[in-house]
């Protein structure tokens, strides 16, 4: 169940018998041959699937996260993390205001950290707030122990079906010295094409593999929650 697909009436009616919903944060910015909202569109995919069995309300995604790193690439769209993190908060909190009391917060970028406040909610009992990351899971990582893989930004690990827009290069990449970046070096003359290294891809078997477990963990969370 999607927001979008509702009405406030509906909205009232569901909050009366389930105080749970799940948030989708993400980032537009840029993933090399990947969709600039890939960090959006995987949680997304995700919290839809885990909706699929689990029905918990979806709130629309929030597709803007805290990207400077990446401002040398077109496309990209930043906010600070002072802004970034008084959104995620105040959407929170419209939402508890609302009757929500259960978040699931499946965040799909690196750069977007937990605001404080939230933990807080958390901490004093106001709200039960789960901050999920995808590639940090235990399914994660479990499928990089399985194939010996390590997923990084833009690599495989974020290569799905549903995030790709164009052709992708074949092989493998040598890992970036990210260090270079915190010297002062601009992003595009450290990263190149964007991504940070690794193989650029796997099958398609594979990925919808370690998409499954992935739903199948964020099930877990949505049931604990109830």
Do not use: C
């Not at 997304?44 to 803007?64: K, M």
């Not at 991504?195 to 593999?209: C, H, K, N, P, T």
Request: proline share 4%; no cysteine.
């Amino acid at each position: 169940m999607r927001l979008q697909d509702l009405n406030w009436l509906d909205v009232e009616r569901y909050v009366q018998r389930d105080s749970r919903i799940m948030l989708v944060i993400g980032a537009t910015e840029q993933h090399g041959y990947l969709s600039l909202l890939t960090d959006a569109l995987i949680p997304a995919r995700i919290a839809e699937a885990a909706a699929a069995r689990e029905p918990v309300l979806i709130a629309p995604p929030l597709n803007f996260g805290v990207s400077g790193e990446f401002v040398d690439y077109p496309g990209t769209i930043t906010l600070s993390r002072t802004t970034f993190e008084a959104a995620v908060t105040e959407i929170v909190e419209g939402l508890l205001y609302q009757g929500f009391g259960r978040f699931l917060i499946l965040n799909g970028h690196g750069g977007n950290t937990q605001p404080a406040r939230l933990r807080d909610l958390d901490m004093d009992g106001a709200a039960r707030i789960v901050w999920f990351e995808w590639w940090r899971s235990a399914a994660a990582r479990a499928f990089e122990d399985q194939h010996g893989l390590r997923i990084d930004h833009a690599n495989w690990g974020e290569n799905f079906p549903f995030t790709r827009v164009g052709d992708v290069p074949t092989g493998e990449k040598t890992p970036v010295n990210l260090a270079l970046l915190n010297e002062g070096q601009l992003s595009r003359d450290v990263l190149g094409d964007g991504v940070f290294g690794g193989r650029y891809q796997l099958d398609d078997e594979r990925m919808l593999a370690l998409f499954e477990a992935l739903v199948e963990e964020v099930v877990s969370e949505l049931r604990a929650l109830d």
